[in-house]
């Protein structure tokens, strides 16, 4: 598998992690109101909605680290984080943070990659070859 896949696999897991074990917590949560106020519940008590989110955490939380540790090229990873950032849900309103993120993120990627393409013509150089 190659490393651009590892790397949006890996903040895939990240982000199912969290959608899952928040909503598993929400769907506890309503249960419980509802039982409260007297109607039927899903089943899930908040007790066992906070047991499902806790466990999709960790499981997703440990696959993602498994992508992350297995690449050997890290320069897609600044694009594909920045590029993550940028589709979640705005921390500071407005698109400015997005753009400079995305921007910052593909020029990060851009001088990664250049810089091994660099070394990696020093290498041959080195070994005589041109």
């Known amino acids: 598998m190659s490393d651009g896949k590892k790397s949006c696999l890996g903040f895939i897991f990240l982000i199912g992690a969290l959608v899952i074990a928040v909503s598993a917590v929400l769907v506890g949560g309503i249960g419980e109101a509802i ?3 007297g109607g039927n519940t ?3 008590s ?3 909605g906070l ?3 806790v466990g999709a955490l960790v ?3 440990v696959l993602a680290v498994y992508m992350f540790i297995t690449i050997r090229n890290y320069a897609w990873f ?3 984080a920045a590029g993550v950032y940028t589709v979640l849900p705005d921390l500071i309103i407005g698109p400015e943070d997005d753009i400079v993120v995305l921007l910052l993120g593909g020029l990060i990627s851009g001088l990664l990659a250049w810089r091994q393409s ?3 013509g020093v290498e041959k150089l080195d070994a005589g070859e041109e």
């Open 78 to 80: 600044p694009a594909i």
């Open 35 to 37: 039982k409260y106020l």
């Open 42 to 44: 899903f089943g899930i």
């Open 46 to 48: 908040l007790k066992s």
């Open 59 to 61: 499981f997703f939380f």
């Open 51 to 53: 047991i499902i989110g």
């Open 118 to 120: 660099q070394g990696a």
